[in-house]
C-alpha cells in the first residue's frame, strides 16, 4: 500500500452552473521514500491538491488514503493529530509568528503535541542545528533574511520528525542561492528517509526531484520518474 494514495479525487468549489472544478479525476500514489515534485501553473490545481494531501481539506469525490487509512472517514481532531503529527508543512510565505525567535517558532508545534519543555527545548535546537541556524535561534523574523525564515520554517516542519513533508513553494521568495540552499536540504531530507512532495511552478525546482508529476486544469497530465542512475 503506497503511504498517500489518490483514487479519482475530485475537488468542485461551487457546485453548479458556475462550479470550480479545482481537482477533476485524480488519481495519484506516492511510496514512502520518494521526492516528488508536482508541476504546474497558477490555477492548475496543485495548491487544492497539496491541501488534500496535508488534510487540510476534503475531496468532493474520490478517496484519499494516507498510511492505508481513508481521510474522509476521520474527524476534525483526528485530522489535526494526522497534521501535527505525521506532515511537516513548509509554505512559499514562510508563516512565522513575527512577535516570536526562531527558537520559540520550532517549539510551538511541540507544545501543541503536549511535549515538556526540556525536551521541546533539544528537539526544536536540534531541528534549528539541521538546518544551519544556530547561531540565529533567539533572532526574530524580522532580523533574519528570506532564506534564514524559510530554513526556520523548515526545522519547524521537522522538529517532530514527521515521515512527510509537503512544500508548497518553498524557493518562491526567494533568491536563487537562498533557493538552492533550501533544495539541498529538502534534498538531504529525502535522502535520510523522508517523503518529500514539492509543490511548484518552476521547471528548473522540478527537475531536482527524482519524480515530476505535471497538472494542468486539475487533472494529472504527466508522471514521470528518472531512472535513478540519472537522479539527482
Not at 49 to 62: E, F, H, Q, S, V
Amino acid at each position: 500500500m503506497p503511504l498517500i494514495l489518490l483514487e479519482d479525487v475530485h475537488k468542485i468549489y461551487n457546485p453548479g452552473p458556475g462550479e470550480v472544478r479545482a481537482l477533476d479525476g485524480v488519481s495519484l500514489a506516492i511510496e514512502a521514500g520518494e521526492l516528488v515534485a508536482v508541476v504546474g501553473q497558477s490555477g492548475s490545481g496543485k495548491s487544492t491538491l497539496m491541501n488534500l494531501i496535508g488534510c487540510l481539506d476534503m475531496p468532493t469525490a474520490g478517496r484519499y488514503l494516507l498510511e492505508g487509512q481513508e481521510v474522509s472517514s476521520l474527524c476534525d481532531d483526528q485530522l489535526s493529530v494526522i497534521r501535527n503529527q505525521s506532515i511537516g508543512f513548509v509554505f512559499q510565505g514562510f508563516n512565522l509568528i513575527p512577535s516570536l525567535t526562531a527558537l520559540e517558532n520550532v517549539e510551538l508545534p511541540l507544545l501543541y503535541r503536549g511535549i515538556g519543555k526540556e525536551t521541546r527545548r533539544r528537539m526544536a535546537l536540534e531541528a534549528l542545528h539541521r538546518v544551519g541556524l544556530t547561531a540565529r535561534s533567539h533572532h526574530k523574523p524580522t532580523q533574519m533574511s528570506g532564506g534564514q525564515q524559510q530554513r526556520t520554517a523548515i526545522a519547524r516542519a521537522i522538529a517532530a520528525k514527521p515521515p512527510i513533508i509537503l512544500a508548497d513553494e518553498p524557493t518562491g521568495n526567494l533568491d536563487s542561492a537562498s533557493g538552492a540552499e533550501i533544495m539541498r536540504i529538502l534534498k538531504e531530507l529525502n535522502q535520510e528517509g523522508k517523503t518529500v512532495v514539492l509543490i511548484t511552478h518552476d521547471n528548473e525546482i522540478a527537475a531536482q526531484a527524482r519524480r515530476v508529476v505535471r497538472i494542468h486544469d486539475g487533472r494529472l497530465v504527466q508522471d514521470s520518474a528518472l531512472p535513478a542512475s540519472k537522479a539527482p
